[in-house]
């Protein structure tokens, strides 16, 4: 079985699924590869579990669905802003959805959307401090760097990193297998395991650079040769 990805907007493809990848701008840069470990050291700063939940009475209880996400480069010095799928925050009922990364949660809120391509933008708020004259400080976490994925060619390493089932943080491997079309929009398809929950997830190359968001699931992506 395979996953899917596309180029220049985020998807990817991988066991009997296939997941869609929206990728960024950049340039091709020759480095050496990295490690699975190194890659894994290096983007999983940037990879956080998102959490929608029903907020009755304004606080947050009964978990409706959980997905993945990626932090990408903002100008803002207290806004983490954080790419994902749409059919994640589209359960949210009001916008407002719990990232977490580790020991910290922020309050995330919709920034942008892209309902085409199922891709959508969440600014997030992580509180690091209060100071004397009351006012928050907020901390930012670290952005993943970001490459073209039309630099990424058949054969190529890719890894994604994900939260399965809520696991936070689960990193998989494999190969491009193909360049595939769906919908005018270009997919790579990617022998790297992609589980349902890390929908909204990151599809890494060997130098550890985001090319892809993963998004779609086709139950019949093995067929996909």
């Known amino acids: 079985g395979e996953f899917m990805a596309a180029r220049c907007s985020i998807q990817a493809i991988a066991g009997a699924v296939v997941s869609v990848v929206v990728a960024m701008a950049c340039t091709a840069t020759q480095a050496q590869e990295l490690s699975a470990q190194e890659v894994f050291k290096r983007v999983s700063p940037s990879v956080v579990v998102i959490e929608v939940r029903d907020y009755p009475k304004g606080k947050p209880v009964r978990l409706v669905a959980s997905g993945s996400g990626v932090v990408i480069p903002n100008r803002d010095t207290n806004e983490t802003l954080i790419a994902t799928n749409c059919h994640l925050t589209d359960k ?14 922020g309050l995330g809120y919709m920034h942008g959307k892209d309902a085409a ?43 994604a990193i994900g939260a399965p089932q809520g696991l936070e943080l689960t990193l998989s491997n494999g190969l491009v297998s193909g360049i595939r079309k769906y919908k005018d929009t270009d997919y790579i398809q990617t022998t790297a395991p992609i589980s349902q929950g890390s929908s909204g997830g990151g599809l890494f190359d060997a130098l550890g650079r985001l090319v892809g968001i993963t998004t779609m699931f086709l139950k019949d992506g093995q067929n996909l040769n």
């Not at 004259?133 to 994925?149: H, I, T």
Request: charged share 25%; proline share 5%.
């Open 92 to 105: 949210s009922d009001i916008g407002a959805f719990l990232v977490r990364h580790g020991e910290s949660t």
């Open 117 to 159: 391509r199922d891709l959508c933008l969440i600014g997030a708020l992580f509180p690091a401090d209060v100071g004397k004259d009351g006012k928050v400080a907020y901390k930012k976490l670290p952005a993943a760097r970001v490459a073209s994925s039309q630099w990424i060619e058949v054969g190529d390493p890719v890894y």
